[in-house]
């Protein structure tokens, strides 16, 4: 079956600094990418939609300037958190959909990235 | 937004036994979708059922849609130890066919 691939798995950051999560799909090529953030024992919260080459789309009461997304090719998207802060500690899970079907192509989702922040 | 809301939030059964979840949502929906999450990890797709669709089965999980009730079930027959983890249901609408997320269902299965 299709696999995303997220790295780092988790990282441990000091206060101010920038971290870059990298999310691959690794056996298909990704139109639609998608970042959420889910704290312990809660929902999946959608953050942003990422179309390749265009600008990523952010929901409601997420920072673009401090979440900042690149989707440069179909087959990989970043997410970088800028001047992290503890409250940006979280686990945060990207998601591929392939080709231009969505209402038949199916999400499939990476391991997640555990971001502690000191 | 679309939110589906699971029910139990927790569930705690011995091997053996079935295990049964649901999930209500509020708005008309394009599909549906369970989803499988261990511990500090990504999610696994189970199934999609579509809104024309009423029951689906996949090995041992069975799926059910009732858009009437804006419900539906996932049962887990014959639980395993190994199917200790959370479920969530994942609903979209609208065109852009992007799910949201209830909070899940914590099931531990006791060997």
């Known amino acids: 079956g299709a696999v995303v691939s997220q790295h780092p798995s988790w990282v441990i950051c000091k206060s101010g600094t920038s971290v870059k999560i990298e999310c691959r799909s690794l056996?298909?090529?990704?139109?639609?990418m998608f970042w959420y953030r889910q704290f312990p024992k809660q929902s999946l919260m959608l953050m942003a939609t990422s179309n390749e080459g265009s600008k990523a789309t952010y929901e409601q009461g997420v920072e673009k300037d401090k979440f900042l997304i690149n989707h440069a090719s179909l087959t990989l998207s970043t997410l970088t958190v800028t001047s992290a802060h503890p409250e940006d500690s979280s686990f945060y899970i990207c998601?591929?959909?392939?080709?231009?079907?969505?209402?038949?192509?199916?999400?499939?989702f990476g391991p997640g990235t555990r971001l502690t922040v000191l | 937004s679309q939110q589906g809301e699971e029910d139990p939030q927790a569930l705690s059964i011995q091997e053996g036994e079935n295990a049964t979840m649901n999930c209500s949502y509020k708005t008309s929906i394009n599909n549906l979708q369970w989803y499988r999450q261990n511990s500090g990890r990504g999610l696994v797709h189970l199934i999609l059922?579509?809104?024309?669709?009423r029951e689906k089965h996949s090995g041992r999980l069975r799926v059910t849609l009732d858009t009437s009730k804006k419900s539906s079930s996932l049962l887990i027959t014959a639980s395993r130890a190994a199917d200790t983890a959370s479920y969530f249901c994942?609903?979209?609408?609208?065109?852009?066919?992007?799910?949201?997320f209830g909070r899940g269902t914590s099931l531990i299965v006791h060997p």
């Open positions: 059922i579509r809104s024309n669709e």
């Open positions: 998601s591929a959909r392939p080709g231009t079907s969505p209402s038949t192509d199916t999400q499939y």
């Open positions: 994942a609903t979209d609408v609208g065109g852009s066919y992007i799910p949201t």
């Open positions: 056996d298909f090529q990704a139109t639609t």
